[in-house]
């Protein structure tokens, strides 16, 4: 039950209320927005709610369960504030959300509605829909560990325990000539072998994108060019030639890799030797290996 303001209650017993729409978010960076449906900017809670900013909300899709509630904000890319490289850029992405209802005419009466997390985001050219979530999302997340036969550390964090920044897992350069919106060559990084930076991460130092880290899917080596590719194009701006960058050593999750790539298969946070899908397809047979014994 919502707890209402003995003032707000009696605004909202009089019959004819002055009540706007407000959403806060927060960002994964920690950056908080304010938004509203009235023609004026609101102020609380040290926060400007900036109107005309393009959300309107739909109907909230509620249950007595354990399913999670949801609610929709659509709108225009007409703010400022919500930009199409941010939401390209993943900056929108689970960032909180507080839903407020408030007496435009006298903002201490209001009322915290819900709070929850922007799901799916689904851009157009000039429009974007938001799915708030409800917190009941999180009872379906996964908790706990998975067994599996890869490794479910990141590496270089505090159970993988690898130094990234050592000299052998990292490495400078910058580009030399550009093949797609994604891939480019270097000369910069000759002195490691083919694979050594894939899935790894890249960080550029200088240009349009500096600042900004992006995830390579492969490197190749062929004499003394080296072709990097990443995952994905940047959204800030293109690649350029001359662009500097800082680079990361890569690991496929792999208990040969930990152990030959790095020297840290004490720390290797996988199950190698779990049965994998052939096993369903094993059968007793005499005198071979699946005699119903103990493997």
């Known amino acids: 039950m919502k707890r209402v303001s003995p003032a707000l209650q009696a605004h909202l017993d009089s ?15 920690d950056v908080s927005f304010g938004f509203t449906d009235h023609d ?22 509620s249950g007595s369960d354990l399913s999670v509630d949801a609610q929709d904000a659509e709108g225009a890319l007409k703010s400022d504030r919500i930009t199409e490289t941010d939401i390209l850029d993943g900056r929108w992405d689970n960032a909180l959300v507080e839903v407020w209802r408030v007496n435009w005419q006298d903002v201490q ?10 799901g799916e985001l689904r851009r157009g050219r000039l429009s974007f829909v938001a799915e708030v979530r409800s917190l009941s999302h999180l009872l379906g997340q996964t908790v ?24 052998a897992f990292t490495g400078t350069g910058s580009v030399d000539a550009l093949l797609r919106d994604r891939a480019f060559t270097t000369t910069d990084l000759t002195g490691f072998v083919a694979d050594w930076f894939s899935f790894g991460s890249l960080t550029w130092t200088s240009g349009a994108n500096a600042g900004r880290s992006a995830e390579i899917s492969q490197h190749e080596v062929s004499g003394s ?25 890569g690991c496929d999750k792999r208990l ?16 190698p030797h779990i049965p994998g899908q052939d096993a369903i397809m ?4 005499s005198g071979g290996r699946n005699d119903g014994g103990v493997l």
């Open 15 to 29: 019959g004819a209320t002055t009540l706007a729409w407000c959403w806060k978010v927060i960002r994964s960076d």
């Open 40 to 61: 004026l900017s609101l102020t609380f809670g040290g926060l400007s709610f900036e109107p005309e900013s393009g959300f309107a909300a739909a109907e909230i899709r």
């Open 109 to 118: 009466q209001r009322v915290l509605m819900r709070r929850g997390a922007i």
């Open 144 to 167: 706990g560990r998975v067994f599996q036969g890869t490794c479910d550390a990141a590496l270089g964090d505090g159970r993988c325990r690898v130094n990234v920044e050592d000299a």
């Open 225 to 249: 060019a080296v072709t990097l590719t990443l995952l994905e194009a940047p959204v800030r701006g293109s690649i350029a030639m001359g662009d500097t960058f800082r680079i990361h050593a």
């Open 256 to 271: 040969e890799t930990c152990r030959a790539k790095f020297g840290n298969a004490i720390n290797f946070h996988g199950f």
């Open 282 to 285: 094993r059968y007793a047979r």
